[in-house]
């Protein structure tokens, strides 16, 4: 009888073992022989990086043995809510997921209940108590390089009331989290010389994104070149008609590139006395752009690390493994609320970035960020 209860004691130990580490989105790789399918699922293709992004972490994935599928939900939430339930379909055990905006939990709740694990991948999904994992870069420190440079750039130590500067603001969009990281962080830089009026905001000025009227005002829906385009042109020719700007604060690249354009169609920054426009991504057009002198800067980071760092994580979390990721930091103290979704604090592991000018062009060169051809152009 003792013996009986024993083997009944082990079989149920056993079982809620399995139970618990399918709790976790934990029945794939080691389980499944390696062969588990990861659905990757990636917000758009406009901007350069997200098509890197899938290409690597696709190739990551199969490294490790994984099936790994590639979708882009070209800015459309209900395009990649098909595509993660496409997955869900396949009988996909994790997903990579960087979203489009907060639509994205319902299909983030179907995974929670088939038992798929989630981790957002550089954007956090917002209003969800459905995942566990975050991994993305320091996005706060992002935007601090971002008014660093326009810091360094205006040399802004130096500026006095008298003479001030004058920039004006821009933000990505509104329905990705990240821009938020990326504003504040910036303007925890620029707000002091605001402040002391050595620097002059032309057009709407929120002092944080909390300013949720006039951040709207400044942000950039879906990330579209098109727009920051068309309303820097607006700005050129009515709040800023009357001042010589020195600066745009751009939350990245491809959106620098649009300012640069609609500002060398003014006659009066055509010469080529352009503001200093800040960006991110280090996207090869606008890496030539700084080395030819345009683009002020950029912050690199460095996506192939990002992804290979994801499907590390993806790998521990489907062998029920406590995670353990080389190149990443689990954010503590005070930056365990990156991973505060509204609902849940869920665990972010962050990379970091690196601030790009003129005089370190190299550092993304260097590290194979760019094709062969397009490196030789930056040497
Ligand atoms: C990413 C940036 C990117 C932007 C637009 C953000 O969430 O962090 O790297 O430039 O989205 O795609």
């Not at 990240?178 to 057009?203: E, H, T, W």
Request: with cysteine.
């Amino acid at each position: 009888m003792k013996k009986i209860c024993l083997v009944l004691i082990i079989l149920l130990a056993a079982g809620s073992f399995v139970f618990a580490s399918g709790a976790q989105g934990g029945s794939g790789g080691a389980a499944a022989g390696g062969s588990a399918l990861i659905g990757i699922a990636m917000p758009e293709t406009h901007v350069l990086r997200w098509q890197k992004d899938g290409a690597s972490l696709k190739t990551e994935a199969e490294k490790r043995g994984y099936r790994a599928e590639v979708a882009f939900g070209d800015a459309d939430q209900t395009q990649q809510n098909r595509q993660i339930q496409g997955f869900l379909t396949q009988g996909a055990k994790l997903l990579v997921v960087g979203n489009i905006n907060d639509g994205v939990n319902s299909v983030i709740a179907d995974a929670a209940r088939d038992k798929v694990a989630v981790i957002a991948y550089d954007r956090l999904i917002m209003g969800s108590a459905d995942y566990d994992y975050y991994i993305t870069f320091d996005n706060f420190k992002v935007g601090q390089f971002q008014g660093q440079g326009i810091e360094q750039g205006l040399n802004l130590a130096s500026a006095t009331a008298a003479s001030p500067k004058y920039i004006t603001l821009f933000a990505g969009s509104p329905t990705d989290n990240n821009s938020k990281f990326f504003f504040d962080g910036a303007m925890s830089v620029l707000n002091p010389y605001i402040d002391k009026g050595v620097l002059k905001v032309v057009g709407p000025y929120p002092k944080t994104s909390a300013d949720n009227a006039n951040f709207q005002r400044i942000a950039t829906e879906n990330w579209q070149a098109p727009l920051a385009k068309t309303r820097m042109e607006n700005l050129l020719s009515n709040d800023a008609r009357d001042v010589v700007l020195d600066a745009v604060l751009a939350p990245n690249d491809t959106l620098a590139r649009a300012i640069i354009e609609a500002c060398l169609a003014d006659a009066k920054y055509a010469g080529g006395k352009l503001p200093v426009v800040t960006g991110q991504d280090a996207e090869f057009d606008s890496a030539l752009s700084i080395k030819n002198g345009q683009q002020y800067m950029t912050v690199f980071k460095d996506t192939a690390k990002l992804a290979e760092a994801a499907v590390i994580l993806a790998d521990q979390i489907l062998k029920g493994q406590t995670p353990n990721v080389p190149g990443a930091s689990l954010a503590s103290g005070s930056l365990t609320s990156i991973g505060d979704t509204g609902r849940k604090v869920v665990k972010a592991y962050l990379l970091e970035p690196v601030i790009i000018t003129k005089n370190n062009i190299s550092v993304p060169v260097n590290a194979g960020f760019y094709t062969d051809a397009e490196a030789a152009q930056l040497r």
